[in-house]
Every structure is written in structure tokens, then in C-alpha cells.
Nanobody, 115 residues
Framework: MCSCRRLGGGLVQAGGSLRLSCAAS????????MGWYRQPPGKGREPVAT???????YYSNSVEGRFTIFRDIAKNTIHLQMNSLDREDTAVYYC?????????WGQGTLVTVSS
């Protein structure tokens, strides 16, 4: 249903940027919601950002203003541009696709922010 493809390295210094990508196996215009969760070391999974099939976006308070989720409909891909990264952003990031029938998860990708 989706595969998580990371652009750029998984290790970045604090204040730096990184972009994650997630490709769906079908037209994303037909997918209700796509987005990312993340799981920091030793903690539970938490929502990061979502984008709906009509382009509505949601951001958690911890990333709003620093992260941007956007989509490339022609490539059935969504992207998460992460700027001003800090150590609190260190986590495994999981792309997901939500449909009324099921939720599909991509493989997690580790993002490590060093001080």
C-alpha cells in the first residue's frame, strides 16, 4: 500500500533539515489520509503530520511551523520537509495510509538529530 522512501541521510545536526518521502501504490487522490507517526527512543508512537485527499493538513504542536507535509499527486507521493530539527525529533518515522477499511504502515526510517 505504501513504501517509505527517505531522501537524504538519517543523521543530521541540530538546526538542519531532512526530507522524508512516502510513495503509495495507488492514486493518492483516492486515499483519505496519509501521513507520518514517529516513535522516539523509549516512548510510544505519536502523530506528526497528515494530509487528506483534498489537501487539508494537520501538524502536531511539537512540529508545527518547522515541518511541512505536501504531496506530488502525479507521483503518488507525499513528502515531509523537516526544518530546524532538534534532538527531540530523533525517532523512527513511520509513513501510513488510512482508509475506512484499514490502516497501512510503511517501514520505519530512523532520523537521528545530533547536538
Amino acid at each position: 500500500m505504501c513504501s517509505c522512501r527517505r531522501l537524504g541521510g538519517g543523521l543530521v545536526q541540530a538546526g538542519g533539515s531532512l526530507r522524508l518521502s512516502c510513495a503509495a501504490s495507488e492514486s493518492i487522490s483516492n486515499i483519505h489520509i496519509m501521513g507520518w507517526y514517529r516513535q522516539p527512543p523509549g516512548k510510544g508512537r505519536e502523530p506528526v503530520a497528515t494530509i487528506s485527499n483534498i489537501g487539508s493538513t494537520y501538524y502536531s504542536n511539537s512540529v508545527e511551523g518547522r515541518f511541512t507535509i505536501f504531496r506530488d499527486i502525479a507521483k503518488n507521493t507525499i513528502h515531509l520537509q523537516m526544518n530546524s530539527l532538534d534532538r527531540e525529533d530523533t525517532a523512527v518515522y513511520y509513513c501510513y495510509v488510512w482508509k475506512p477499511s484499514n490502516t497501512y504502515w510503511g517501514q520505519g526510517t530512523l532520523v537521528t538529530v545530533s547536538s
